[in-house]
């Protein structure tokens, strides 16, 4: 990444946690979300989807999403891991026990491990996706995305497509301080998204 780049994501970066940490409503946008995505006849049509398990803090929450997916019956959730080389993998979660049983992983997000009670699970580039639940920090009108910096999910995207499947659609969540009327700074490897929900808007590609 060229460096003038790196430097102007760090600085939006920094300044979009100082907002979001700083809300008491959290819960509240996340609720609005929530129905907004429930409401949606992408999700309602699509069988294989991934949902990020959120932060505890500081991030819009996914918990009623989670457990929607779950309990809908005609779904199967795919939850995402960082392995051990730093790459992503989807996996898929079997039931709401499945879910809560997972053990904390990186900055205290819960991840599944390669097994379940069941057996072996599922990953997402053996089963394909059609629709991709994504976090971010940031977002703009022109669907760009501004990640944690770590390039999982734009790296996880680029991979699967390369495997021959097709794009799944990428659905960002965010909260309204995190949806900017300004223009974000990306680079060539940062995926758009296909839409983003916030509290008040659903904004399509």
């Not at 700074?185 to 940062?190: K, R």
Request: net charge neutral.
């Amino acid at each position: 990444m060229l460096p003038t780049l790196h430097k102007q994501k760090g600085a939006l970066r920094k300044s979009i946690y100082a907002v979001v940490h700083s809300l008491d409503n959290i819960k509240e946008q996340s609720r609005a979300v929530t129905a907004k995505v429930l409401l949606l006849p992408e999700f309602q049509n699509c069988t294989r989807v991934s949902c990020y398990i959120s932060m505890p803090t500081g991030e819009l929450q996914t918990s009623e999403i989670l457990r929607s997916i779950l309990e809908i019956g005609n779904k199967s959730l795919f939850v995402p891991k960082v392995t051990q080389t730093g790459a992503m993998e989807f996996l898929k979660v079997e039931n709401q026990s499945d879910l809560d049983a997972l053990p904390s992983g990186k900055w205290g997000i819960r991840e599944p491990s390669y097994e379940s009670d069941a057996g072996p699970r599922l990953n997402a580039m053996e089963a394909g996706l059609d629709l991709i639940l994504v976090p971010g920090v940031a977002f703009d009108r022109s669907m760009s995305r501004l990640g944690h910096g770590k390039g999982y999910y734009d790296r996880y995207i680029a991979r699967y497509i390369a495997s021959g499947r097709p794009r799944p659609l990428l659905v960002a969540l965010g909260l309204r301080d995190q949806l900017l009327d300004s223009t974000i700074p990306v680079g060539e490897h940062d995926c758009k998204m296909d839409m983003i929900i916030t509290p008040e808007e659903v904004i399509h590609r």
